[in-house]
């Protein structure tokens, strides 16, 4: 994915890489999202940014959480900074 998903893109995408049906992401699917979204990072990297992601600090990233962190990465609107083509 190239351009910024849509809100129901996320939520789809959220959805597709919850695999444990709990509504959070562990950093295996946090990682996956991203793999989706087209943006390439190193561990350290992915690391950093769920730990940023994780407001509450109990090791997951809820819905609410990975859209705060999308937006404030800049990938709220036009093409991804970064996706692959």
């Known amino acids: 994915m190239t351009t910024r998903p849509t809100e129901d893109d996320l939520l789809a995408l959220f959805t597709r ?37 994780d407001g509450n600090l109990d090791g997951f990233i809820s819905y609410e959480e990975f859209r705060a962190i999308l937006k404030s990465q800049g990938w709220a609107e036009g093409p991804l900074p970064g996706a692959r083509a």
């Open 17 to 53: 890489a919850d695999l444990g049906g709990d509504q959070k992401l562990d950093l295996m699917e946090f990682t996956l999202v991203l793999d989706e979204l087209g943006l390439a990072w190193t561990r350290a990297e992915t690391q950093d940014r769920f730990e940023r992601a």
